[in-house]
């Protein structure tokens, strides 16, 4: 089970740093990623990282402004979330994928996803 949060309102510049809590004993073995899904739009990937924590893959559009780390002890994954614009506005998603790739964005792919956390930036 995976559980979002830290989600809200930000003004454009601003930051923000969404949690996902993972429970079980698997969470090391997982290949952890952030999806969003905009009002009227598909869910799209954002970022995803491999399960020692070493290697992340993000989105272009995200690319040196958002930086996703996880905490295999804490079987946590965090996406800091910086320089946020109006279009970054979403509902947030983290999902766990057992036997992919960190370079697989395909959400079909993901085995278990969270609940989701909204991310509202103002202009």
């Known amino acids: 089970q995976l559980q979002a949060s830290g989600g809200g309102l930000v003004q454009a510049g601003g930051s923000l740093r969404l949690s996902c809590a993972a429970s079980?004993?698997?969470?090391?073995?997982?290949?952890m990623g952030w999806f969003r899904q905009a009002p009227g739009k598909e869910r799209e990937f954002v970022a995803a990282?491999?399960?020692?924590?070493?290697?992340?893959y993000y989105a272009d559009s995200v690319k040196g402004r958002f930086t996703i780390s996880r905490d295999n002890a804490q079987n946590t994954v965090y996406l800091q979330m910086n320089s946020l614009k109006p279009e970054d506005t979403a509902v947030y998603y983290c999902a766990a994928d057992y036997s992919g790739s960190v370079f697989n964005t395909n959400l079909h792919d993901y085995d278990y996803w969270g609940q989701g956390t909204l991310v509202t930036v103002s202009s």
């Open positions: 079980g004993r698997t969470f090391s073995r997982c290949v």
């Open positions: 990282i491999n399960r020692s924590g070493g290697v992340t």
